[in-house]
């Protein structure tokens, strides 16, 4: 899905990223400290909870440019942040009526499942053992990745075998750390796992010289190599060693929320498909389309079904925009990241994105 030979930077790494704690909570954009809400445990009137509180408590990483990033100002960008703003807009008419909380990989599970947050849209990749151990229940995939180790461009380095006997910087508590073992075991090649459990310090290990490659989501290389003075010094290998289909989830037995955050992700995809976005929604008011009429909530009652109101869609389109836009606005051509679409178009382009009718 990156472009190949993208080029990222070695140059001492230093993420100024930290969660603004004592954040109010009244807004989709500003962290927020853990605890300001009452936790209430998952599968319990978790869906009452989140209608009389006025507001969704989402799980983020806040250290991922491009799907979860917190600004030096404290406001929140990226696709995944704006995953939640637009179940604020569905729920509330309000994408504001978030509040972000920063997880890392090895607390993100343990927050949704005991309720300390209500959505976990965390660049997370949906498995089989998540879907069912882990207790997590998967909305549609948002973004569509693939694992890649990123060495320097200086290294010699240029496939996996070159890996022989190296070092490997790569973070514990992911799929990541598997997925390594896995594809070296296969081709039978021998290596030294440098593993971390905090992401910053496992970038800043490979920085320092310490380790011959990094692996992580092709996404994450370049996301997090866009925050280098020197983007030249780096490269990630064409080789893809894994599949990361990254996907929001609720608690396992959340099916009232589950089932209006998989529509609300179906909205943004099926709001693409119909050419219908934020700066021409009012054009659709009148629309005879009978798909069209259905989708706006202007005929039927869909919405209703799922506990929102009938023009559900509408208000996230208003919001936030449809995926495309979404997609534009945080890795798009005219954004640092610049990120092809590749497989995350839409399936009418040749991508994986496809929405079931909304009839």
């Excluded at 009137?45 to 979860?68: L, T, Y």
């Excluded at 070159?162 to 992911?174: F, M, S």
């Excluded at 997609?327 to 839409?346: E, H, I, S, V």
């Amino acid at each position: 899905m990156n472009k190949s030979g993208l080029i990222v930077a070695i140059a001492p790494l230093v993420f100024a990223i930290t969660a603004c704690g004592g954040g109010s909570g009244q807004t989709s954009n500003t962290a927020s400290t853990p605890g300001s809400n009452p936790v209430v445990p998952a599968n319990q009137n978790r869906w009452d909870s989140i209608k009389s509180r006025g507001q969704v408590i989402c799980g983020v990483s806040g250290e991922v440019p491009g799907f979860s990033f917190v600004g030096p100002d404290g406001k929140y960008s990226g696709i995944d942040v704006d995953i939640c703003r637009a179940i604020a807009s569905a729920l509330f008419d309000n994408p504001d009526a978030v509040e972000f909380r920063n997880l890392n990989t090895k607390e993100r599970f343990t927050a949704l499942q005991t309720g300390e947050v209500d959505i976990l849209s965390r660049n997370t990749t949906w498995t089989l053992s998540r879907d069912t151990s882990v207790g997590l229940e998967f909305a549609p995939v948002v973004f569509y990745d693939g694992q890649g180790i990123m060495v320097r461009k200086t290294s010699g380095i240029k496939s996996l075998a070159d890996l022989k006997g190296k070092a490997i910087c790569v973070q514990t508590g992911t799929t990541t750390e598997q997925n390594l073992a896995d594809q070296m075991r296969k081709r039978s090649i021998t290596y030294k796992p440098v593993v971390f459990e905090d992401v910053n310090v496992t970038f800043a290990t490979y920085a320092e010289g310490r380790c011959d490659g990094i692996t992580a989501d092709r996404s994450a290389l370049v996301s997090r190599g866009s925050l280098l003075p020197k983007p030249e010094d780096n490269v990630i290998l064409e080789e893809v060693i894994s599949s990361e289909p990254l996907a929001p989830a609720v608690a396992k037995g959340d099916t009232r929320l589950g089932d209006a955050v998989k529509w609300v992700v179906y909205s943004l995809i099926k709001a693409e498909e119909l050419g219908i976005n934020s700066q021409n929604l009012g054009q659709f008011a009148t629309s005879n389309d009978p798909d069209i009429k259905r989708f706006l909530g202007t005929e039927g009652n869909l919405g209703e079904g799922l506990g929102l109101t009938k023009d559900f869609a509408a208000r996230v389109v208003k919001h936030v925009g449809n995926y495309g836009e979404i997609y534009d606005r945080n890795l798009g051509p005219k954004t640092k990241l610049n990120l092809a679409r590749g497989k995350n178009q839409l399936w009418n382009k040749n991508g994986l994105l496809y929405s079931p009718p909304f009839r």
